[in-house]
Structures are given as structure tokens and as C-alpha cells.
């Protein structure tokens, strides 16, 4: 599936967005994949399966005041993860949203509930409450550049 975050429209340059892929690696191990102008950066520690191929997608808003980055995997994720976090360095988060994937074929994702995860200076799952489950994450963050 194709995630659009609203501050990055679909017409933006090159330089204004782009997609990276990387590996989502299980064995309860935390790793971290950083990527963009402002630093988008993902940590996770996740169980089961086998390495999943996961999608990195970070842009600028045409005004350049407005960063986002989103991660999701290639097909579906069997992976549970025991944690998550997502960082923008240079900017704070003002806006997050995180998705664990419908248990129906054919459903669209199902978003994290409030008490699932936190939003502030960086977004990260809620010890006791995350259920394990992701399957997209958006953060969008403002930039400095409209300090006067």
C-alpha cells in the first residue's frame, strides 16, 4: 500500500521527499534506522519471524515548515514488537499516529489506541499497554525555519 502523510504532497521533488527501505531484524534485540534532513530516526525491538523488509518515507511540505517520515513494511509484518520509538532530530513532533495491521484479510490498518503509545519529544509505545502490534507509523513535525 502507498501511505501519503498530509504535509507531504504527492507532487513534492526529490529533494522535497523519498523512500529508503531497510531490514526489520527480530531477536528482541533494539535496533535504530535513521534517515532525512531533519533526522528521522526509528528504534524498535521486535520478536518472531524472519527479517522483514520495512519502508522509510521522509519529506519536506512545500513551505518547508513542515517534516514528516513514516515507516511500514513491505506486505504484511509477523513480527511482534516489544518496543518502538520514533525520533525527528531538529524538530518536534506535533503529530503521530501508529497502526497495528486488521485481523481480517482485506481490512484496512487499525490505529493504536491513545493509551497505547505517547506523543512529546519523540513518540514511543506505553509499557504495559503497547499490544505488540505495528504496522505503520507517522510522525510530522515542525520545522524552525518559521522561527522569527
Known amino acids: 500500500f502507498v501511505l501519503t502523510s498530509p504535509c507531504v504532497p504527492a507532487e513534492a521533488s526529490d529533494e522535497q521527499a523519498k523512500t529508503v ?3 526489520v531484524k ?8 535513521s534517515e532525512g534532513i531533519y533526522e528521522c530516526s526509528f528504534t524498535y525491538a521486535s520478536q518472531g519471524g524472519t527479517n522483514e523488509q520495512w ?5 519536506l511540505s512545500d ?3 513542515m517534516f514528516s517520515c513514516s515507516v511500514w513494511p513491505q506486505g504484511k509484518s509477523y ?3 516489544t518496543q518502538f520509538k520514533a525520533e525527528l532530530k531538529g524538530t518536534k513532533i506535533e503529530y503521530a499516529n501508529a497502526y497495528s ?3 481480517a484479510g482485506g ?3 487499525v490505529p493504536l489506541k491513545p493509551e497505547e503509545f505517547t506523543i512529546g519529544e ?4 506505553k509499557d504495559g499497554k503497547f499490544s505488540a502490534q505495528l504496522s505503520k507509523l507517522t510522525v510530522i513535525g515542525r520545522t524552525r525555519h518559521d522561527e522569527l
Open 63 to 65: 513551505d518547508n515548515k
Open 101 to 103: 495491521q486488521a485481523a
Open 79 to 81: 513480527l511482534f514488537f
Open 21 to 23: 527501505e531497510f531490514n
Open 55 to 59: 519502508l522509510m518515507s521522509v519529506g
Open 26 to 33: 527480530p531477536g528482541g534485540v533494539v535496533h535504530t534506522f
Open 122 to 125: 519523540s513518540t514511543t509505545h
Open 107 to 109: 481490512q484496512s490498518d
